[in-house]
Structure formats: structure tokens, C-alpha cells
């Protein structure tokens, strides 16, 4: 099991580097008024999601999972596990907003100005505070 929990934390770490790290992208590439450098920010966001962030997220799923099968008896009686649970549920659909971003960039789709990326930015981090208290603590029991 502390194999499992081992992997599971690397994972959420490449995940939230990727989750950090690509709206940051989107502020620099919204703020691009060249070619170059707008042609440089679409490979780039390309391949941090699709190279790094999405397969984290998957390996995060599956590490979590197999956690979660092998202490089910303990797990699904603990509540900041079930919010633990909503709180990466709202994350993967953070990760799927990027997503989306990275094709309307790449199709050179209009998109929000880098002040709503500023604060676009913002959101995986107070979810990564909420999580880890909550894991940590485990409050409320």
C-alpha cells in the first residue's frame, strides 16, 4: 500500500506542476501578439497537457483507485474523504477547461484576456490547500 501511496503522490504532483504551469502559459500566450511566439506557446501547451498533465491525471485516477479498493472499509465511512473525492472531481474539470483552452488557442479561437487567466491561474491552488488539509487532518471525521 505505501508503494500505491508513493506513486498516487508523484502523480498529484506531476499533475498539479501541469495544472500550475499551463495558465500561466495561457496569460504569456494571450498577451503574444507575434507569430513566433504564439506559434512557440501553442506547442508548448500542447505538449505540457497531453505529454505531462493528462497522463498524470490518469496515473492520479488509477494510483487513487487501487488505494481505494484495497481500504475500502475504511474509506467509505470517512467524510474528508468524500470531499476529498468532490474536490478532484472539480479539478478534473479544471484540467478539461485547460483542455479546451489549448484547442481554442491552437485553433486560434478568441479567447479570455490574460487578466482571466491571472485569476483562472488561481483555482487549482486553493483546491490543492483543501485537499491536503483535508487528507492530512482528516476533519471533518
Not at 16 to 23: G, K, Q, R, V
Request: charged fraction near 15%; charge should be positive.
Amino acid at each position: 500500500m505505501l508503494w500505491i501511496k508513493a506513486f498516487h503522490i508523484i502523480s498529484v504532483v506531476c499533475w498539479f506542476a501541469m495544472l500550475f504551469y499551463l495558465p500561466r502559459l495561457f496569460v504569456y500566450h494571450a498577451m503574444s501578439t507575434d507569430k513566433t511566439s504564439i506559434d512557440r506557446f501553442k506547442i508548448m501547451e500542447r505538449k505540457l497537457y497531453k505529454g505531462i498533465g493528462t497522463p498524470s491525471m490518469i496515473a492520479t485516477y488509477v494510483f487513487g483507485i487501487w488505494m481505494v479498493v484495497l481500504g475500502w472499509d475504511y474509506y467509505s465511512t470517512q467524510t474528508w474523504f468524500w470531499l476529498k473525492i468532490a474536490l478532484v472531481v472539480a479539478l478534473t474539470g479544471y484540467h478539461h477547461m485547460c483542455g479546451a483552452y489549448v484547442r481554442k488557442f491552437a485553433n486560434d479561437v478568441s479567447v479570455p484576456g490574460h487578466v482571466f487567466f491571472r485569476f483562472f491561474n488561481e483555482a487549482p491552488v486553493l483546491i490543492l490547500i483543501a485537499v491536503v488539509i483535508l487528507v492530512t487532518v482528516k476533519m471533518p471525521v
